[in-house]
Nanobody, 113 residues
Framework: QVQLVESGGGLVQPGGSLRLSCVVS????????MGWYRQAPGKQREFVAF???????NYADSVKGRFTISRDNGKNTAYLQMNSLKPEDTAVYYC???????WGQGTQVTVSS
């Protein structure tokens, strides 16, 4: 059974950094697209970043230049490096694997002084 497990969230001050990880088990990780999404309180879940098996990447305009998505196929893990964090980045962050639309359970990121 495919499982996605996120980690790395927490409380950080504005301007700080965090690195999220998403470990995937039970699948041929290297063949799948990986994405990061987030959902703030009272808002819909939104796209953050994407990486293909061939390392093509795409970002939401709101995070371009601050966030970097990457993957390590040897570790079945996708990462989201988040720099210059802002209070509006506060949300639960989810990783998603496609095709198949598999989601992780989410990890909370709070940006506050």
């Amino acid at each position: 059974q495919v499982q996605l497990v996120e980690s790395g969230g927490g409380l950080v001050q504005p301007g700080g950094s965090l690195r999220l990880s998403c470990v995937v088990s039970g699948s041929a990780f290297r063949s799948y697209n990986m994405g990061w999404y987030r959902q703030a309180p009272g808002k819909q879940r939104e796209f953050v970043a994407f990486i293909s098996p061939g390392y093509y990447t795409n970002y939401a305009d709101s995070v371009k230049g601050r966030f970097t998505i990457s993957r390590d196929n040897g570790k079945n893990t996708a990462y989201l490096q988040m720099n210059s964090l802002k209070p509006e980045d506060t949300a639960v962050y989810y990783c998603k694997m496609t095709p198949g639309d598999r989601w992780g359970q989410g990890t909370q990121v709070t940006v506050s002084s």
